[in-house]
């Protein structure tokens, strides 16, 4: 029997992206360090108006992170203790662990196994 061949996922090529848009967040953060407002300034009002104007939407939150978005969302849907959160066995931990936070049970169901969707 034949060895199946190794498979190799790219991952994502932060770099390549970085250098494409590199004097834009050089210069985002030069102003933020000189303004000395790291949180709740006109730069993070500026982003969340910006992603609000692409999105189609009123409003933008700006987060610390996807997991403090996660449960944000979460909260806006008004999830309660024992509720249920039907999701994918292949995510990141912090797709469960948000719902678990707030109490609710997370339920997984099958994936698509070719896309993992």
Same mark, same amino acid.
């Given at each position: 029997?034949? &060895?199946?061949? @190794?498979?190799? $996922? ?21 102003? $933020? ?7 709740? /300034? &006109?730069? /993070? @009002?500026?982003?969340? %108006? %910006?992603?609000?104007?692409?999105? /189609? $939407?009123? #409003?933008?939150? /700006? ?16 999830? #309660? &203790? ?29 994936? %698509? &196994?070719?896309?993992?969707?």
């Amino acid at each position: 029997m034949k &060895p199946l061949a @190794k498979v190799v $996922v790219p991952q994502v090529d932060l770099k390549t992206q970085y250098a494409t848009l590199r004097e834009e967040i050089q210069a985002a953060l030069a102003r $933020v360090c000189a303004s000395q407002h790291f949180i709740l /300034g &006109p730069e /993070g @009002k500026a982003l969340e %108006e %910006e992603v609000a104007a692409y999105c /189609g $939407v009123q #409003q933008a939150v /700006g987060c610390a992170s996807g997991s403090d978005a996660l449960l944000l969302s979460l909260l806006a849907l008004g999830l #309660q &203790p024992g509720d249920e959160v039907i999701t994918v066995p292949f995510t990141f931990f912090a797709t469960v662990g948000a719902a678990a936070r707030l109490g609710a049970r997370a339920r997984f169901v099958d994936i %698509e &196994p070719t896309t993992f969707n």
